[in-house]
């Protein structure tokens, strides 16, 4: 008998297609099992920092939205006061973790659960070339760019919600 390289031990987990996966992948599939998963998305408007349109709400194995109308009014209103307070005094990065942390307590606080929260955050805003100036030739309107978001947005919701999870 003689040594060789370090063989690998301990628990090693496998899903059915025999790949291994992490320890990551297993605790957020837990708590998407458990609690479900809430995607916010804004389409902020870059000059004012104020919301172009209402706040898209889609949510998976958390609550069934058509029978909490009540919680997901008062959650868009939640959403439209921390857009105001929070947008413009932090980057945009920043701004994505502190809306995931106030999300995520705010649902929690009103249902005692806590989904997996993932913010979309869409800003719109006049672009610029490449000396800093804003393009102004046939550059489309803010509120025709949050008009296409939306659209892009719902027809990515269609998507999502016509899927088959098992085959997903």
């Keep these: 008998m003689e040594q060789t390289d370090k063989i690998p031990h301990g628990t090693v987990l496998v899903d059915q297609t025999g790949a291994i996966v992490s320890s990551v992948v297993v605790k957020d599939r837990l708590m998407l099992g458990n609690e479900g998963l809430v995607a916010v998305v804004l389409t902020i408007d870059k000059k004012t920092g104020s919301l172009m349109t209402s706040p898209d709400i889609i949510s998976r194995g958390f609550i069934y ?7 997901m009014n008062e959650f868009r209103i939640e959403l439209k006061r921390a857009v105001a307070q929070r947008f413009k005094r932090v980057d945009l990065d920043r701004f994505k973790i502190e809306l995931k942390e106030h999300v995520t307590h705010f649902l929690y606080d ?17 672009r610029q070339n490449n000396s800093g100036q804003q393009n102004k030739k046939s550059a489309p309107t803010p509120e025709k760019q949050a008009e296409d978001l939306q659209k892009r947005f719902a027809d990515m919701r269609t998507r999502l919600l016509n899927q088959d999870a098992r085959t997903d």
């Design 65 to 71: 939205m058509k029978d909490q109308e009540e919680l």
């Design 110 to 126: 009103k249902t005692g659960r806590s989904p997996i929260v993932i913010p979309v955050v869409n800003v719109i805003g006049p």
